[in-house]
Structures are given as C-alpha cells and as structure tokens.
C-alpha cells in the first residue's frame, strides 16, 4: 500500500472518529455547549487532528450536511427523462433527502437554531446550485437560467421548510410521505408548468 492511501486511509479514518464522538455528545448535551476538547477526548484523538481536518466544530457539523448534499446530488447522475408521466429519479432523490436526515436526525434537530439553519441553508442551496451547473444546466441548455435561480431559492426554502416542520412533529411521518410531499410541490411537472409560464417573463 502506498503512502498516500496510508494516509487517506488514516485521515478517513480521524474524520469518522471525530464525528462518531460528535454525535455520541449531541445526545447528551445541546449543540453550543460542546467543546472541542470533549470531543477530542471521547475520539481518544489529539486536539492537533481535529484541527488537521476542521478549524471549528461548525464546520465538523457542516462536514455531515456536505455529506447528505453530495448523495442528494448523486441523485441527479442517471440521465433524468423529463416526461412528468415517467419520471422517477426526482422523486427517488427527494425520498433520499429526508432518508438521510432521518438516519441523522440528533444533527437534524439542530435546525431549529437559527444559527444552525443558516448552515444548513447555504449548504442546500449550494447542492442545488452544483446539481444545476453539473448536471441539470448541461441537459436542459436552454433553461432561463434567471428563472433557474428563482426556482432554487424556492426548492432551498420549501426543503427547509418541510425539513423543520417534520422535526417538530419528531419525524412521526415516512422519509417516503415526506419525499412525496415534497415531489408533489415542487417536482419536474411542477416545474415544467411554471417555466412554460414564466419563462419569458422574468429577467
């Protein structure tokens, strides 16, 4: 084994240690009242690797959201049929969205901090902005790309909408009924119908 996959390997490794313990504190003790040192200690991980890898705990928890983002986008790889009768993929990756918070919902129920839910909102519309340049902007070329930002602030806003109200009511619905929802408001056919509207209209 080379050097260098020693070394991803480790650093792969210190990250998930360093989480691990991140979340094993979450449930214990509210998000501003952990101190690195603690987790540091409950990784049994010199403070040195954890400043290796993050200069703060905000962005150990913005590690976790990048995370969820980056398989939400992964959902966008298969070629995408625009047919609103057809489609699938859309709505498979939205039911993804919330499977991913609820298999980290002591991070999820952080969003009712509002410091916490800026985060979360940069990192979201971040997602959509790079599923947009890499996969849907390229497919669709001749998208209005104001329109396009208008209809991403929108699915940033009603993501957290939906996402904050089923964490207040503990998750009691399906990722599925959410993922569904969510589809149902905002998915292709939605779209489709409102860029017929607008898009010569805007911009």
């Not at 979450?26 to 690195?36: D, G």
């Not at 991980?45 to 980056?70: N, W």
């Amino acid at each position: 084994m080379t050097e260098r996959k020693q070394g991803n390997r480790q650093t792969a490794r210190s990250i998930n240690m360093l989480r691990q313990a991140f979340v094993e504190l979450l449930n214990e003790k509210p998000y501003e009242k952990i101190k690195i040192s603690e987790i540091t200690s409950r990784a049994d991980l010199a403070r040195s690797t954890f400043y290796a890898h993050f200069e703060t705990k905000d962005e150990l928890l913005t590690s976790y959201l990048r995370e969820i983002a980056e398989t939400y986008v992964a959902g966008y790889t298969a070629p995408t049929d625009w047919s609103p009768e057809e489609n699938t993929v859309d709505l498979e990756k939205e039911i993804a969205f919330f499977q991913g918070w609820k298999d980290i919902d002591e991070i999820a129920v952080l969003i009712h901090e509002p410091y916490i839910e800026d985060l979360m909102y940069k990192v979201i519309r971040n997602m959509h902005l790079k599923a947009y340049r890499e996969i849907v902007s390229p497919m669709r070329p001749e998208l209005n790309p104001c329109f396009a930002s208008y209809w991403i602030d929108f699915l940033v806003c009603t993501k957290i909408s939906l996402l904050r109200t089923w964490v207040k009511n503990d998750m009691k619905e399906s990722p599925e009924i959410l993922g569904e929802l969510l589809y149902a408001l905002s998915g292709i056919h939605v779209f489709e119908k409102n860029y017929k509207e607008f898009k010569d209209k805007i911009c």
